[in-house]
């Protein structure tokens, strides 16, 4: 936000013979504008707390998918190229599971996503995969991309150290905000294997709550975010990391699927 400075208005009268001197008259001025001179607000520089190290940076710019009307449902074992998934520069097929990093190293750490294109462009949906961490930087987050429209991108991440987190981040204002995480016994740490699931249901209210699964465990639902249609797929925050995925599952249904009651959290 830009500050809106307030400045004197400086009233201009006639002076009539009797009344004070020039002299005095500019004195008082000068007093008068002093006083009422503008204080001008900082900017604020704090940030939103998270429990991992450091904020993700802006993504890289990809060519966003079509919509896909009607429903869906799919599974990807990475056995080899399902044709399901956009453009990956650093994508490998080994051992029946696929690498995705490591970038080369630049100046800028990067967002990367992989779309699933025969996913389309989707609000309620289920959505799991396995992911395991193979090399690089320990505390950097991995795992699925929630949403990714023209206004905002939405990532689902665990980590090494036990966290899971929902990033959000916004293309108008050039700004990442962190929506909820928490540590949890329930993330596999090092080089374990993790399955996450990420279930996305418009709830009464047209909102959209959003349920964060790691091994069969949900130790977060994040309730009342806004209910609006985007891509879906993988991510990777950083260059050095490379993780491997595998067992990706998808599916959705145009008419949104309500639970029974209210969902629950475990840690």
């Not at 002076?15 to 503008?38: D, F, H, K, N, R």
């Not at 690089?136 to 980590?159: C, H, K, N, Q």
């Not at 036990?162 to 990442?176: E, G």
């Not at 990777?236 to 029974?260: K, M, Q």
């Amino acid at each position: 936000m830009k500050p809106i400075a307030a400045f004197p208005l400086v009233l201009l009268v006639t002076l009539v013979s009797c009344g004070p001197s020039e002299q005095a008259i500019a004195q008082a001025i000068s007093e008068t504008q002093a006083a009422s001179a503008p204080v001008l607000p900082t900017t604020p520089t704090s940030k939103p707390p998270a429990p991992t190290p450091t904020d993700p940076p802006a993504p890289t710019a990809t060519r966003l998918p079509t919509s896909t009307p009607g429903p869906v449902a799919l599974t990807d074992d990475f056995s080899r190229d399902s044709g399901i998934w956009g453009e990956c520069e650093v994508c490998t097929y080994e051992g029946g599971t696929l690498h995705f990093g490591p970038f080369p190293t630049s100046g800028a750490r990067m967002q990367h996503n992989i779309v699933c294109e025969a996913c389309g462009m989707v609000t309620n949906y289920r959505m799991g995969v396995d992911v395991t961490y193979i090399d690089g930087p320990s505390e950097r987050g991995f795992g699925l991309m929630a949403r990714w429209s023209d206004e905002e991108l939405i990532t689902y991440e665990v980590t090494t150290w036990q966290t899971l987190d929902l990033w959000r981040y916004d293309y108008d204002i050039s700004q990442w905000t962190w929506i909820n995480g928490t540590f949890s016994g329930s993330v596999r740490p090092g080089k374990q294997l993790n399955h996450i699931e990420l279930q996305a249901l418009t709830n009464p209210s047209g909102t959209v709550d959003f349920s964060l699964t790691v091994n069969g465990r949900t130790p977060i639902v994040v309730f009342s975010q806004p209910a609006e249609v985007g891509a879906v797929g993988l991510t990777l925050y950083g260059h050095a990391i490379e993780v491997a995925f595998d067992n990706f599952e998808f599916e959705t249904d145009d008419t949104p699927v309500f639970p029974s009651g209210a969902p629950g959290s475990s840690g």
